[in-house]
């Protein structure tokens, strides 16, 4: 099955720097790939996603870019605050016998200090 | 509005007892999903349900059982065998299609 690599497992910044954090999948079929936020006692929220057909993808200070020859995926967050400190997971997916289940990695515990 | 509601948000359970965490959703999604969370651990699939009256075994389904009898609700019991219960659960839904997860904001069960 499908396995998602990710790091660095833990990531401390400064506040207005820039984070990245890096995930390597191995089934060249997969052909979605989310990021996730999770803050402390809640549930992970979708931050940003790509798709195969795509390279690059930006959202304010946040940006995905994917290499599909490659197969790894990056999560950039630039500019930033204390409120970024969470838990980023990344997971990628296509479609099998069980749906379109996705494949996470093992997180990546971000902090920000002012 | 639309969303997932997990309950109970904290959940204590004694040796030998079985308990069940719920799982209700309003966004008409197709599939549900349950994953354990342990303290600076990722996430660990349990039980899946892609339609109603069928689901299928995850990574760590022992000791856990599921139901899916209506498409907005996809109850979670943990039994008495699960020797190592006390986590943090997930709930997460998924519409029909290759589309990301909508989660919920868990169930922290503990063991007394």
């Known amino acids: 099955g499908e396995n998602v690599e990710q790091h660095p497992s833990t990531l401390s910044v400064q506040e207005g720097d820039s984070a990245v954090i890096k995930c390597t999948y191995s089934?060249?079929?997969?052909?979605?790939f989310p990021w996730y936020k999770q803050e402390l006692g809640k549930g992970p929220q979708l931050i940003i996603d790509?798709?195969?057909?795509?390279g690059e993808k930006k959202d304010q200070r946040i940006a995905v870019t994917l290499n599909k020859t490659a197969k790894h995926f990056s999560l950039h967050i630039t500019e930033t605050q204390p409120e970024d400190s969470a838990v980023y997971f990344c997971?990628?997916?296509?479609?099998?016998?069980?749906?379109?289940?996705?494949?996470f990695g093992k997180g990546t515990s971000l902090l920000v200090t002012p | 509005d639309g969303g997932i509601t997990q309950s109970p948000k904290y959940l204590f359970r004694k040796e030998g007892q079985n308990v069940t965490l719920s799982c209700e959703q309003n966004?008409?999604?197709?599939?549900m999903y349950w994953y354990r969370q342990d303290p600076g651990q990722g996430l660990r699939l349990i039980y899946y349900?892609?339609?109603?009256?069928?689901?299928q075994k995850g990574d760590i389904a022992e000791g856990y059982s599921v139901s899916r009898e209506k498409k907005e609700s996809f109850p979670l019991t943990v039994t008495s065998a699960q020797k190592n219960p006390t986590a943090f659960y997930l709930c997460?839904?998924?519409?029909?299609?290759?589309?990301?997860?909508?989660f919920g904001s868990g169930t922290r069960l503990t063991v007394v």
């Open positions: 349900s892609q339609i109603v009256n069928d689901f």
């Open positions: 790509i798709r195969s057909n795509v």
């Open positions: 997971a990628a997916s296509r479609r099998s016998n069980s749906g379109y289940a996705l494949n």
């Open positions: 997460a839904t998924q519409p029909k299609g290759n589309y990301g997860y909508t």
């Open positions: 966004l008409n999604h197709d599939a």
């Open positions: 089934d060249s079929a997969s052909n979605y």
